[in-house]
């Protein structure tokens, strides 16, 4: 069975950083594909930042490119989003999620993922 819980959410200020942390248990991190997403009130869920072990690729969408970073310690069952310049629009509530299919997730798209955490919120005031 497939355990995720996230953590490391908080109020930070623009310009600020944060760091989540997820981890996982029940899979093989390198076969799977892990993703971090966001949905914020009256919003669509979104990826913001997706690993595919097994095709070596590291996605984020040009919301977040330059700013996000996604990484893993596959010893510890881990991922992090590093999150640095922060902004308003980046508030939400920030779920990690894994899938043992990891190709094709170049899109992010939600549905492509099986596995969900309960989600960590991330507020930035302006």
């Known amino acids: 069975e497939v355990h995720i819980v996230e953590s490391g959410g908080g109020l930070v200020q623009a310009g600020g950083s944060l760091r989540l942390s997820c981890v996982i248990s029940g899979i093989s991190f390198d076969t799977y594909a892990i993703g971090w997403f966001r949905q914020a009130p009256g919003k669509e869920r979104e990826g913001v930042a997706c690993?595919?072990?097994?095709?070596?690729?590291?996605y984020y969408p040009d919301s977040v490119k330059g700013r996000f970073t996604m990484s893993s310690d596959d010893a510890k069952n881990t991922v992090y989003l590093q999150m640095n310049n922060q902004k308003p629009e980046d508030t939400a509530l920030y779920y990690c999620?894994?899938?043992?299919?990891?190709?094709?997730?170049?899109?992010?798209?939600?549905?492509?993922?099986?596995?969900w955490g309960q989600g960590t919120q991330v507020t930035v005031s302006s």
């Open positions: 999620a894994a899938d043992p299919d990891d190709t094709n997730i170049e899109s992010m798209a939600p549905r492509l993922f099986a596995d």
């Open positions: 690993i595919s072990h097994g095709e070596g690729g590291k």
